[in-house]
């Protein structure tokens, strides 16, 4: 993955009818990876908010300095932003984008439904545990170049870091185990969707997620040809198909 000309890093917004839908990127990465879904419910009639985090789209460095605080002050004002203007939101979110869904989850129980794509609760590398003493010896390392991507066509769609920013990946480690705690207060309508191929998050992660959420209403749905980023990758028109559904469902 890399940092792709032409595509905009920046937030973007959709005005449609009165049920909007909140999409959140993930960790290192950027609103793009959520656009294909975007687009996808837009023409269907919604609006759609596709905020920036802090610390992503920009530098390395950037992201380095930013505190899981803001990633959760940004979406809370995204929502915010978004309750304003629609009668009512759904919020979903990718990887890192997933654990701030949640997080909205267990402080608002008014939220109809919620989408956790490639849910980041449990992550795949353990290194993160490392990363409170690893980062004042490696501010950054160099991501792998291997990809889970099953489309050659995916990664055009994704703006990312091509380095690992420590400091934040420590940030990203405090988040998730905040959210774990959270788990049980999610009670509203959840879909978590996953792939089989995905190598960032644990094997278990989506299934921990669904058993913990304290969700009566929930869904999972296993995809088994794609990466991590389901939402631009083989899948993502059936991602995008099953999310419109749930909404549809829900609203």
Known sequence: MTQHSHLDPSAFFLEGGPIGVLLIHGFTGSPPEMRLLGDYLHQRGY???????????????????????????????ALADLQARCETVFVGGLSMGSVLTLYLAAHHSELPGIIAYSPAVVVASRL????????????????????????????????????????????????????RRLLPQVTCPLLVIHSTLDTAIHPTSAQFTYERAGS??????????????????????AVAAKTYEFIQAHQ
């Open 216 to 237: 009566i209403d929930k869904e999972l749905v296993t995809l088994h040809n794609s990466g991590h980023c389901i939402t631009v990758d083989s899948e993502w028109e």
């Open 128 to 179: 993160i545990y490392l990363t409170p003493v690893l980062k004042y010896l490696l501010p950054a390392r160099n991501q792998s170049s291997e990809k889970d991507l099953t489309d050659p066509e995916a990664d055009l769609r994704l703006w990312s870091y091509e380095q690992d920013p420590i400091f934040a990946a420590h940030e990203l480690l405090k988040l998730i185990r905040q959210v």
């Open 47 to 77: 609006t759609i908010s596709g905020p920036r985090l802090p610390g992503h789209g920009t530098s390395v460095d950037d992201m380095n300095r930013s505190k899981w605080t803001e990633w959760t002050d940004c979406v809370e004002k």
